[in-house]
């Protein structure tokens, strides 16, 4: 049974920084593509950032240069480092797991099998 839990949201003021953390549980076989994706009130999910197996790494437009997707590969925990933080940020981020070895849309919540429950993330100005 895959399993993901975020931890690490908060409140922040813009120019700030926050770590998110995702651990992880189950057949590592199912952690090929591991993302980050966002949710802000009234908005669809959007994809954040991505990482492959293979260390391969992807980010929005509207977060390179400020953020950063890590995996620690032994125990698949996943990681996103945000800096830089502006209140545009502020969402409800999740990880997110595939095992396909074919994603077609990285940014795509479609792609992606399992999920995890949320951390909040504020930035205020």
């Known amino acids: 049974q895959v399993r993901l839990v975020e931890s690490g949201g908060g409140s922040v003021q813009a120019g700030g920084s926050l770590r998110l953390m995702c651990a992880t549980s189950g057949n590592p076989y199912n952690f090929y593509y591991m993302a980050w994706f966002r949710q802000a009130p009234g908005k669809e999910r959007e994809g954040v950032a991505v990482?492959?197996?293979?260390?391969?790494?992807w980010y929005a437009d509207s977060v390179k240069g400020r953020f950063t997707i890590s995996k620690e590969n032994v125990a698949n925990t996943l990681y996103l480092q945000m800096n830089s933080l502006e209140p545009e940020d502020t969402a409800m981020y999740y990880c997110a797991s595939d095992p396909s070895r074919d994603v077609k849309n990285w940014a795509s919540a479609q792609e992606y099998v399992y999920w995890g429950q949320g951390t909040q993330v504020t930035v205020s100005s």
């Open positions: 990482i492959r197996a293979d260390g391969t790494t």
